[in-house]
C-alpha cells in the first residue's frame, strides 16, 4: 500500500511539472499561442500586406512588451523590454510601403505540440540535410509551415537529425509562410509525425542521401 501511494505521489509531480512547463510561457509567447491580440497573418496588431511601415512603428511603441526599437529605412528591429532573448523585425519588401515579412523570436523555446493546440496540424515541412565542406560539417535545418495561418516555425540548424514529435522546440515564428521566393523544391505536405528522413530532401527535390 505504502509503495502504491508513493507512486501515485510521483505520477501526480510528474503531471504537474509537464503542466507547469506549458504555464511557463511569458505573457507574449501566450498571446501567440492565444491569438489574444489579433488572429494570424497578424501579430500583435501588425498585419502582413496591411500595416504600413509608420503604422506597425507606432503600434511597437505602445506595446509594453516591446522596447529598443531601431528604424531602418525599409525596416525596424526590436527586443523585448524585460530583457529576455529574442524581439524581432518587419521588413518592407515592395513600394505599396505595407509590411511584407515578419520575423518573430520569441523569448522562450515554445513546443510544436503546444502550437498544434492552439493553430491545427501544420500543411507543410522542409527538412534539409547540409554538408559544409569548408568545415567538413553536416547540419539540418527545418521548418515546418502552416499555410492557412500564413506562418512558418524556424527549428533552426540542428547538428544531428531532430525528432519530429510534441516536444520539438522552436524560437522563431516567420510570415508570411516561408519560403516566399525559393526552396520550393524541397517543400513538401506535412503527413504526422514521421521521421526526419522521411521529410528531407535535397536542393534538387530528391530524398536525402
Same mark, same amino acid.
Given at each position: 500500500m505504502?509503495?502504491?501511494?508513493?507512486?501515485?505521489?510521483i505520477?501526480s509531480?510528474?503531471?504537474n511539472l509537464?503542466?507547469?512547463?506549458r504555464d511557463?510561457?511569458?505573457?507574449i509567447?501566450?498571446r501567440?499561442?492565444a491569438?489574444?491580440?489579433c488572429?494570424?497573418?497578424?501579430?500583435e496588431g501588425?498585419?502582413?500586406e496591411?500595416?504600413k511601415k509608420s503604422e506597425?512603428?507606432?503600434?511597437?511603441k505602445?506595446?509594453?512588451?516591446?522596447s529598443?526599437?531601431?528604424e =531602418?529605412?525599409?525596416?525596424?528591429?526590436?527586443?523585448?523590454?524585460?530583457?529576455?532573448?529574442?524581439?524581432?523585425q518587419?521588413?518592407?519588401?515592395?513600394?505599396?510601403g505595407?509590411v511584407?515579412?515578419l520575423l518573430v523570436?520569441?523569448p522562450e523555446p515554445v513546443?510544436?505540440?503546444?502550437v498544434?493546440?492552439?493553430?491545427?496540424e501544420p500543411?507543410?515541412?522542409i527538412?534539409?540535410?547540409?554538408?559544409?565542406?569548408?568545415?567538413?560539417d553536416?547540419?539540418?535545418?527545418?521548418l515546418?509551415?502552416?499555410?492557412?495561418? =500564413?506562418?512558418?516555425?524556424?527549428? =533552426?540548424?540542428?547538428?544531428?537529425?531532430?525528432r519530429l514529435?510534441r516536444?520539438?522546440?522552436f524560437?522563431?515564428?516567420?510570415?508570411?509562410?516561408?519560403?516566399?521566393?525559393? =526552396?520550393? +523544391?524541397?517543400?513538401?505536405?506535412? +503527413?504526422?509525425?514521421?521521421?526526419?528522413?522521411?521529410?528531407?530532401?535535397?536542393?534538387f527535390?530528391?530524398?536525402c542521401?
Amino acid at each position: 500500500m505504502h509503495r502504491y501511494r508513493l507512486f501515485i505521489i510521483i505520477i501526480s509531480v510528474a503531471l504537474n511539472l509537464t503542466s507547469c512547463g506549458r504555464d511557463s510561457y511569458s505573457d507574449i509567447t501566450r498571446r501567440w499561442l492565444a491569438g489574444t491580440s489579433c488572429q494570424s497573418p497578424c501579430w500583435e496588431g501588425i498585419t502582413l500586406e496591411q500595416t504600413k511601415k509608420s503604422e506597425a512603428i507606432s503600434i511597437l511603441k505602445q506595446n509594453p512588451y516591446v522596447s529598443q526599437i531601431k528604424e =531602418g529605412k525599409d525596416s525596424a528591429d526590436w527586443e523585448w523590454s524585460d530583457g529576455k532573448f529574442g524581439g524581432g523585425q518587419f521588413v518592407i519588401l515592395d513600394d505599396k510601403g505595407v509590411v511584407g515579412m515578419l520575423l518573430v523570436d520569441l523569448p522562450e523555446p515554445v513546443y510544436l505540440g503546444d502550437v498544434i493546440d492552439a493553430y491545427g496540424e501544420p500543411s507543410h515541412i522542409i527538412a534539409r540535410k547540409i554538408h559544409d565542406s569548408w568545415h567538413d560539417d553536416t547540419y539540418y535545418p527545418l521548418l515546418i509551415m502552416f499555410e492557412s495561418q =500564413g506562418f512558418t516555425l524556424d527549428t =533552426g540548424f540542428h547538428d544531428n537529425e531532430p525528432r519530429l514529435d510534441r516536444k520539438l522546440t522552436f524560437y522563431k515564428v516567420v510570415y508570411p509562410m516561408y519560403p516566399r521566393y525559393k =526552396g520550393m +523544391e524541397t517543400m513538401v505536405p506535412w +503527413e504526422g509525425f514521421k521521421s526526419f528522413r522521411f521529410y528531407c530532401r535535397d536542393k534538387f527535390g530528391d530524398f536525402c542521401k
